[in-house]
């Protein structure tokens, strides 16, 4: 096999969308034509979709469904495959190429949320239903039964297939409002198998309070990604309508906790990677996130959003004042920037939009826009 190419991610991660489709992983492109929600878990683990994706990477070739990992390798960006194999490296890899098993589940359940971020969707967010018909770049929405992939058979064949599960992974839509989610955690606990599990958990934490502390007691350890865009002002217009000082109360809560560890997760975009200092000193004061390596997830959409089309004045400030981070992503991302005389014209007027909408005021928040 081809180590420059390799993957161990489809010989051991299964992961669901929230509207009931399979994928490798939550960086690869969705199997639109597969509906999980009455699946048997085995049967589809060990389909052919599944062993020709396997048979590439094996081959040496990236399968298309690959291409974001692809892209940010070529251009010198950390992907998520050199990351997984990172994790994974305890566990004998020839093993699983010649008998896949399950180790890490990522389930998202649906898509119930109750924050309106900025970069988000009515897939991802229930809650911006109610709006993405006034904002061209989303359109209407129909909330149909896929997002109840949950309610049917393929759920209950993965609570029957949990022996060589090491990681179960929720994200949402908020996860900690799925009812789904908080089933499959009494059942982990009744059937004593949760002390062998770790969790992890992409959350907006406004639900994380001590009810939670008293469930997760029982896990072998959980990781908490919390997600937070920015200081006060930035966080709260781009995580719509969350409160920023509540979130200061969860991470407080958290870090009185033995066996859970929270790292920051940002969304970084062209409207808030100037707005980083704020994140790194949030990290330092708690002391989060390991060796300050922030969990860092990229806008890609839309396009206009991405830290691409940061005004010219923008990135330079950004490489000025990020150049000495200690994060390795970080720096990854400021080789990136291209000085191409952008004006973010189409970012600004989303933004008037949501102003409009909303009541909000972002003029005063994301200045450096207009810089």
Not at 60 to 78: A, L, T
Not at 132 to 157: C, R, V, Y
Not at 219 to 245: A, C, M, Q, T, W
Request: charge should be positive; include cysteine.
């Amino acid at each position: 096999m081809n180590n420059d190419i390799f993957c161990i991610v489809p010989f051991l991660n299964f992961s669901s969308t929230n509207d009931g489709h399979p994928r490798l992983c939550c960086q690869a492109s969705t199997w639109k034509d597969i509906d999980i929600k009455n699946l048997n878990i085995k049967d589809l683990w060990h389909s052919k979709k599944y062993n020709d994706i396997r048979n590439k990477f094996i081959n040496g070739e990236w399968p298309d469904e690959c291409n974001i990992c692809k892209s940010r390798e070529s251009k010198g960006i950390d992907s998520r495959r050199q990351d997984q194999l990172k994790i994974w490296n305890h566990l004998d890899f020839n093993k699983l190429i010649n008998e896949p098993k399950i180790h890490y589940y990522d389930l998202r359940l649906g898509n119930t949320c109750n924050l309106k971020c900025i970069m988000c969707n009515p897939t991802n967010s229930s809650l911006w239903a109610t709006e993405s018909h006034l904002i061209e770049h989303l359109g209407s929405h129909n909330q149909h039964e896929g997002f109840t992939w949950a309610d049917g058979k393929l759920l209950d064949s993965i609570m029957n297939n949990l022996q060589d599960v090491e990681v179960m992974y929720f994200s949402g839509g908020e996860p900690l409002l799925n009812k789904k989610h908080i089933g499959i955690l009494d059942k982990l606990i009744e059937s004593n198998l949760a002390h062998k599990i770790s969790l992890e958990y992409d959350t907006n934490g406004t639900y994380i309070n001590k009810i939670w502390m008293e469930k997760w007691k029982y896990f072998k350890n959980i990781l908490i990604h919390l997600s937070i865009d920015g200081g006060k002002k930035v966080n709260e217009y781009v995580r719509y309508p969350v409160s920023y000082n509540k979130i200061i109360n969860v991470i407080e809560l958290l870090n009185n906790q033995p066996t859970i560890r929270t790292e920051l997760q940002i969304a970084l975009g062209a409207h808030n990677f100037h707005d980083l200092q704020s994140i790194i000193d949030l990290t330092k004061k708690y002391n989060l996130n390991v060796d300050n390596q922030y969990n860092i997830s990229i806008v890609e959409f839309p396009k206009w959003m991405t830290i691409h089309n940061m005004t010219n004045t923008d990135k330079k400030y950004c490489i000025n004042k990020y150049q000495k981070c200690s994060s390795r992503r970080v720096k990854s991302l400021l080789k990136t920037l291209k000085f191409t005389n952008n004006t973010p014209t189409q970012l600004q007027n989303y933004f008037k939009k949501l102003d409009t909408i909303r009541g909000l005021d972002h003029t005063n928040i994301f200045y450096w826009l207009y810089s």
